[in-house]
């Protein structure tokens, strides 16, 4: 299933998590605190839009599964993972983009 392929890049990010910054990209990122995080997080959006305004279907997907996985790295460096973002968009299923919007607080 496709959803396996999350729960698998949830466990190696558990790792690199972990490991030296020696070691991997990521292990790398991790250690070098949110700020680093965010800035690829930010750089990967600012991708994904211009491969978006382009029309080019296969930039647009490499894009979007880089913004995906910085993404990931994110929530990982805060305790999350993508069950928690699953389980959100699960809360709002069902409901119209206007109603969740009224429903939110604050």
């Known amino acids: 299933m496709k959803q396996d392929i999350l729960n698998s ?9 972990q490991a030296s910054p020696d070691e991997s990209y990521t292990a790398k990122l991790f250690n070098d605190g ?4 965010l800035k ?11 491969a978006s305004k382009s029309g080019d279907n296969a930039a647009i997907i490499h894009e979007v599964a ?4 910085h993404t990931l790295v994110l929530l990982k460096h ?3 993972d993508h069950a928690d973002i699953l389980a959100e968009l699960e809360s709002r299923f069902g409901l119209s983009g206007l109603e969740e919007k009224a429903n ?3």
């Open 9 to 17: 890049l949830s466990e190696i990010l558990d790792q690199r998590k």
């Open 34 to 37: 949110v700020d680093s995080i």
């Open 40 to 50: 690829k997080v930010g750089e990967e959006a600012t991708e994904t839009i211009i």
């Open 66 to 69: 880089d913004l995906w996985f």
């Open 78 to 80: 805060h305790g999350l």
């Open 104 to 106: 939110r607080k604050g």
